[in-house]
DNA sequence: TTGATAGGCAAGTGAATACTTGCCTATTCT
DNA sequence: AGAATAGGCAAGTATTCACTTGCCTATCAA
């Protein structure tokens, strides 16, 4: 299951998770918006590219999905992804558990 | 949320989300117990101290934990910590968001 | 067309982390 | 008591990862 790896790497990230949390507030903001929100709200000094490459890493796990328009890029969270991890471990597996292995 | 943090570093390794299916399976298995299923049905070849510092990471995310018997270290699944991962951001906080900066 | 805005690519750095090896302690069996 | 079993501690290594810096492309406004 590599998609449970992107997943759950995804989340390990605290600024990751704080990003999630401003999209879930808003959805479909822009790189500079996230970038102003993290610095203003969360007191996050970090550059415009590391926001990028976060975002980058949540769009890999399928948290974000993004859409063009004209020179903005407005990301929107996907939740459907988080509904499997906590079943996993949760709910005893019949037909035993996933192959994860590294 | 310091809690937090350890939490979804914990699950951010394969083989300790290995782990946690193993515990999963039978809960209650000691050290060793966990070294040979995780080599055998899993064909990972981790060292002993491989694997007991992944336990020490999974405990101080709250989901292991541990008892002693005798010469023998017994370690418990608790998915309590799981359930509040999901609903972070499947659910709209009226409290607003987490202060998970880091 | 010039300048400002929004974003992307790539290389480099420093810190975190997964893993091993070697040695040590405690409990149990013969 | 001595050997085997179960586990712990600590240092060293090597890879991963978050983050920055510098430069480049594309869209829009004056």
Redesign the interface.
């Known amino acids: 299951m590599a998609v449970?790896?992107d997943l759950?790497?995804a989340?390990?990230d605290?600024?990751r998770?704080?990003i999630?949390?401003?999209l879930?507030?808003r959805s479909g903001q822009t790189l500079f918006e996230i970038c102003s929100r993290l610095s203003m709200k969360?007191?996050?000094s970090i550059s415009r590219q590391g926001v990028s490459q976060h975002l980058a890493v949540l769009e890999a796990a399928g948290l974000v999905e993004t859409r063009r328009e004209g020179r903005y890029k407005f990301h929107d969270?996907n939740?459907a992804p988080?509904?499997q991890?906590?079943e996993?471990?949760?709910v005893?597996?019949t037909s035993?558990?996933?192959d994860?292995?590294?």
Chains 1, 2 share one sequence.
């Open positions: 449970a790896d759950f790497k989340l390990a605290p600024t998770r704080t999630l949390d401003e879930t507030e969360h007191r996050l969270l939740t988080l509904r991890i906590a996993r471990w949760l005893p597996h035993g558990p996933e994860d292995t590294p």
